[in-house]
């Protein structure tokens, strides 16, 4: 009866548009009440669930991220890109997809890749005679990149929540990320070809070098946080916050577009999404404390294994879940509602922790340009201004080959494991 009343309230909160992290208090504390448990645990759970040393590295980044972003490195990164591929057909839908890449290095958000990255790249390919709906699509589809490459804010999350290693989730999230890249790729190629889309001239290694020089610092600071982590000199907490002094120098003494006076504006931009974060880690973790106490997980297990237990099917199982789970919630959200569910699943299947972790991140990335609540179509379409739907049907043959990736990182763990496997053991 409790738990019915759980999922109820949790469900009509989210039909009539409140918050996720909300419906997650107001549902916690609707079961905490029915129960007779004091209201005091409540406010226990929620602390608990922030007094996690590696989730004060989500604010670093955040902060580290904008900070390069306010300092001129999304021009930076797209000059490069464009240097690299755009003399391909199609080519500035490659840069698009490659300054992605480059750029979801920094951030680790989706979210803020297609903002600053679509904020230029669709106005920019529209003018040269791209379609609005296809700007808009490879911009929204490359953007899920980002938390993928390292560093990534939901692999951070993952990390607090199961204990995994922040450190192998990052590398382990390299060899798929790119991938998924690749594979948007081509899948652009191929649609450029076929509708013949422009393409830039040619203008020589030097312009190459040039446009890399721009771009180095911006580039290197994925470097500085991989070497960071993988050398054992700092924490990922450690790592973000030498992030925020690197970003702080490059974009005020080597860049030059920094100004001091936009700084308190940036702190209190990114210390207002990282607190949004946060409280949905606190109200998630009394939401998950009541899920472990009825034995929730537990039972998953015992119904799926009852059903089947096929490994391979248990996989398409999470897969089909996610997937679906991706099209209606918040990435963050879905993740510290199921994911120990569904870790205690994967385990139960032999499957292993880091490799499921992988493909459960890669697989919600993939929600964000999905409909209904794909955040990252809605603030393409917003840029582009153009309606939701053009850019859904425009964007489904770059779901096709991101799916075909989930599903060969899904079904062959070595593309997740086997990169950490190398430096770690």
């Known amino acids: 009866m409790e738990v019915a009343v759980l999922f109820a309230v949790f469900l009509i909160c989210l039909i009539v548009g409140v918050p996720v992290a909300i419906s997650l208090g107001l549902s916690s504390l609707a079961y905490l009440l029915l129960t007779g448990i004091p209201i005091v645990v409540m406010s226990q759970k929620i602390f608990a669930g922030m007094d996690v040393f590696v989730l004060l590295s989500i604010p670093g980044f955040i902060l580290a991220g904008n900070l390069m972003n306010n300092g001129g490195i999304t021009e930076r990164i797209i000059q490069f890109a464009n240097a690299l591929v755009g003399w391909i057909r199609g080519g500035l839908g490659l840069t698009n997809i490659g300054a992605s890449m480059l750029f979801g290095g920094i951030t680790g958000t989706a979210v803020a890749d297609a903002a600053s990255i679509g904020g230029v790249?669709?106005?920019?390919?529209?003018?040269?005679?791209?379609?609005?709906?296809?700007?808009?699509?490879?911009?929204?589809?490359?953007?899920?990149?980002?938390?993928i490459i390292p560093p990534s804010v939901p692999m951070i999350i993952v990390g607090a929540l199961s204990g995994i290693s922040v450190g192998q989730m990052f590398l382990a999230g390299a060899i798929p990320g790119i991938m998924m890249g690749l594979a948007m790729m081509i899948t652009c190629y191929i649609i450029a070809k076929r509708r013949n889309f422009p393409r830039e001239e040619w203008r020589g290694f030097g312009q190459l070098l040039r446009s890399f020089g721009k771009a180095f610092w911006a580039i290197a600071m994925t470097g500085l946080i991989l070497f960071g982590l993988l050398s054992g000199i700092a924490t990922p907490t450690e790592t973000a916050i030498v992030a925020c002094v690197y970003a702080l120098v490059v974009g005020v003494f080597i860049y030059g577009e920094l100004r001091f006076s936009a700084i308190p504006r940036i702190v209190v931009e990114s210390g207002v999404s990282a607190a949004s974060i946060l409280a949905l880690v606190g109200f998630a973790n009394v939401f998950g404390?009541?899920?472990?106490?009825?034995?929730?997980?537990?039972?998953?297990?015992?119904?799926?294994?009852?059903?089947?237990?096929?490994?391979?099917?248990?996989?398409?199982?999470?897969?089909?879940?996610?997937?679906?789970?991706?099209?209606?919630?918040?990435?963050?959200?879905?993740?510290?509602?199921?994911?120990?569910?569904?870790?205690?699943?994967?385990?139960?299947?032999?499957?292993?922790?880091l490799h499921f972790a992988i493909f459960a991140v890669l697989n919600l990335m993939i929600g964000l340009t999905t409909p209904p609540v794909g955040v990252c179509l809605f603030v393409c379409s917003g840029i582009a201004r153009l309606p939701l739907t053009p850019v859904v049907i425009a964007i489904l043959p770059f779901l096709l080959c991101n799916i075909i990736v989930l599903l060969l990182v899904s079904f062959i763990p070595a593309f997740a494991t086997w990169l950490p496997g190398l430096v770690f053991d």
């Open 121 to 147: 790249m669709i106005p920019g390919m529209k003018k040269a005679g791209y379609p609005a709906d296809f700007s808009a699509a490879v911009t929204a589809a490359s953007s899920t990149v980002g938390p």
């Open 289 to 353: 404390w009541i899920l472990v106490s009825e034995q929730i997980p537990q039972a998953i297990v015992n119904a799926v294994l009852s059903v089947t237990d096929s490994r391979i099917l248990i996989i398409l199982m999470i897969n089909v879940v996610l997937l679906i789970v991706g099209m209606f919630m918040e990435t963050i959200a879905a993740l510290i509602i199921l994911f120990v569910p569904l870790l205690s699943l994967a385990q139960a299947a032999e499957i292993e922790p």
